[in-house]
């Protein structure tokens, strides 16, 4: 069952988030005493971050960063995406720019595609990770 997370960044970047996470986990539940929550670790996921003044590279980064850090698994270069959309026109009017702009529509349809793959290679046993053996040797 795929997890959708809209947030609304701080206003430093004023951005938005879309993060989708989907497939099925490698490793069961974490450790009860884990000090990273890392329920959803061997899930894959995607990242789409649009904004209409600055700081999407620096939220899809941040973004990547944290879901890496849970040990989930980016769904590859085509999974993540961060667009200006409408860039310094009013907000009230970024849908009306957001629904002109066929391209960013067709790169986020991208990055659900290549989620999508990414889950159907885990279920079919065709996606490694080429860390999976490896121990960490300072676990946060």
């Known amino acids: 069952m795929p997890c959708v997370a809209r947030s609304r960044a701080s206003s430093t970047w004023h951005g938005k988030a879309t993060i989708a996470i989907a497939g099925t986990r490698a490793s069961g539940r974490p450790e ?6 890392r329920h959803l670790a061997g899930r894959a996921f995607g990242v789409v971050v649009h904004g209409d003044a600055a700081g999407t590279e620096v939220l899809r980064r941040a973004l990547m960063d944290w879901l890496c850090d849970m040990e989930l698994v980016p769904a590859g270069n085509a999974g993540t995406l961060d667009r200006y959309i409408g860039y310094f026109e009013p907000y009230a009017t970024s849908h009306a720019a957001l629904d002109r702009d066929e391209a960013v529509q067709e790169e986020v349809r ?31």
Request: proline residues 16%.
């Open 32 to 37: 009860p005493d884990s000090p990273t929550p």
């Open 110 to 140: 991208n990055v659900a595609r290549s989620l999508l793959n990414a889950v159907v290679a885990m279920r079919d046993g065709r996606f490694t990770r080429p860390d999976a053996s490896l121990q960490e040797p300072r676990p946060k």
